[in-house]
Each structure stands twice: as structure tokens, then as C-alpha cells.
């Protein structure tokens, strides 16, 4: 299955969330980074067909995806931002409702269910109120939602936002898990969630994509322009105010700095290999000064 998207676009009256972006997408999983505002959800909306794009188009196996209705509806799982639970609900009763919404007869719903509850660890907790959930059990919730009608293209929207760090581990297991044979597209501003899972990196700022690639062949990006210096910890405020600063450690009076820069910060300065975060950081400077 092939996913094309070509120069697709969206605009607002004067802003332009979203700047003629161009890409194919087979099976695997994409990690789509980018700072808040960078129009990561846009772009996800679009794909999903729930946003019109104000020019180019979007295409599974050459068929427009808003022309292809249901059969599109069919194929696609979607975890949005802010996914609406019932709180009311039991977790048995919501992924039943989410079913006969998907058209999912009652024998194989109630199969799926089944299934799905057990694959996120919930199942033991499936009889139990959605608004006794942590936050965690609810984004496991949402997988198993997305994942119900086996669908060939999941999209998933800052899944792992607010999780603590065992939960999100959790998270991206799963999704590497539910990854084959599928297009995965996830959306994340925490680089760490994708660094271990994902086949390619997409890179997207001011509402276009900037650089595409393996872990690898994005790290070459930053190469050369990653640097460790020693300095008295007296300096740390100047240092941090002046230097895009990746991160520090003191240690007696002094502080090793991590620092992402073109040329050399400080005589000191000994080149160090670089991250899929130093990357991050060196185009998102401007956002994570602020």
C-alpha cells in the first residue's frame, strides 16, 4: 500500500498551516516531529480526510482519499490529541460503541475487544469506569480503539503526551508492535518517543517538511556541530543565554556543557557525535529558548 501526498496545503485566511508538502509513505512507522504549532496535527487531519486541503491531494494506491468514503474509513485507525472518552463508560462498553460506530459486526466486535483489551494490558480493568483510568491506561485504551477494525493506515497524534516514562516505553512497544505490515504516521515533540521505533523521521517546521530520513541519516545532519566544553559553573547563565545548550552536568565547581553550534563555542570545545535530540534542538532553537 502506498500513501501519496502531494502538495498538499492548508491555509487559514492569512496563515498557511500547512506548505505544500510532498511525500510517499509505505508500510512501516514514521516519526513526525516537530515543535508545537509546527502543523503536525493539520497535516494528520488532512490525511485522516477530516480537513479539506485547500490545494493538492492525498492518495491510496492512486484513489483520492476523500472521494474513496467508507472503503477510506475502512483502512484507516486514528488516536487524535484529544481523544473524547465517556467517562461513564466501562472500557468493555466504549470499545463496543467504538465498534458498532466502525461497522463491526457484534460477534467479531465483542472477539476484537477481547483481543485488543488484552494486547494494551487492560483487560483485567475492562468492566472498570473509563474516569477511574490514569492517563496511561487511557492512551492504552486509545491504541486498542484505533487498532479495531485492523486497520492499514494508523495515525496517531501525541500519544505518548503526559505519560510518565514507564508508560510511555509501554506506548512505544506497543506500537512497534502494531507497526508491522502497516503505515504508522506518529506525531511527537519528544524525540525519544520515536528515536527507537521509527523506520523514518520526518521532520516538519513552520508547516513544511524539512529534512526526511533513517535515525542515522538524520543525525548526519548535525554532524561536526555538536560540542562538550568544561567551563567554571559561574558562567552557566551567560552560557545558556548566549549558546544553544542541549544539556549540562556540574560537577566541583564545574559544568560540562553540551552545546550545538557551527563553529567551536570555546577553545576547550571537543567535537562529539551527534543525536536525533541535538538535530531537534539545532532546528527548534528559537522554540526552545523560549
Keep these: 500500500m502506498e500513501l501519496s501526498i502531494d502538495r498538499v496545503t492548508k491555509q487559514y485566511k492569512n496563515k498557511i ?24 496535527t493539520t497535516f ?5 480526510g477530516i480537513l479539506t486541503p485547500t490545494g493538492g491531494e492525498i492518495k491510496v494506491d ?14 484507516l ?11 461513564d463508560f466501562t472500557a468493555y462498553e466504549f470499545m463496543m460503541y467504538m465498534a458498532s460506530l466502525k461497522g463491526l459486526p457484534s460477534g ?47 495515525i496517531l497524534d501525541e500519544p505518548t503526551a503526559g505519560l ?10 506497543l506500537i512497534a508492535d502494531f507497526g508491522k ?55 552557566t547563565e551567560h552560557i545558556v543565554e548566549t549558546f544553544n545548550v542541549a544539556n549540562m552536568h556540574h560537577n566541583s565547581g564545574e559544568t560540562t556543557f553540551r552545546i550545538i553550534s557551527e563553529t567551536k563555542p570555546f577553545e576547550n570545545g571537543i567535537r562529539v557525535k551527534g543525536t536525533l535530540e541535538d538535530l531537534y534542538l539545532y532546528y527548534f532553537q528559537e522554540e526552545t529558548k523560549c
Design 181 to 235: 505490515n502497516k503505515i504508522v504516521l506518529l506525531s511527537t515533540h519528544i524525540v525519544s518517543d520515536v528515536e527507537a521505533i521509527a523506520d523514518q523521521i520526518l521532520l516538519m517546521k513552520d508547516g513544511q517538511l524539512k529534512l526526511t530520513g533513517t535515525v542515522g541519516e538524520m543525525e548526519q545532519y548535525v554532524e561536526g556541530k555538536v560540542w562538550e566544553c568544561v567551563r567554571n559553573e559561574k558562567e
Design 108 to 154: 467479531k466486535a465483542k472477539d476484537r475487544t477481547r483481543q485488543l483489551m488484552e494486547e494494551v494490558g487492560l483487560l483485567q480493568a475492562a468492566k472498570k469506569k473509563i474516569k477511574t483510568y490514569s492517563g496511561g491506561m487511557k492512551q492504552r485504551l486509545g491504541i486498542a480503539q484505533a487498532m479495531l477494525n485492523d486497520p492499514k493506515i494508523l
Design 164 to 173: 510518565d516514562p514507564k508508560e510511555r516505553v509501554r506506548f512505544r512497544n
Design 44 to 48: 494528520m487531519r488532512m490525511i485522516c
Design 17 to 40: 498551516a500547512v506548505d505544500r508538502i510532498s511525500i510517499k509513505l509505505t508500510e512501516g512507522v514514521y516519526g513526525l516531529l516537530g515543535a508545537n504549532g509546527a502543523g503536525k
Design 62 to 75: 492512486g484513489r483520492n482519499n476523500m472521494e474513496m468514503g467508507e472503503e477510506f474509513r475502512n483502512l
Design 77 to 87: 485507525g486514528y488516536l487524535p490529541q484529544d481523544f473524547g472518552y465517556y467517562p
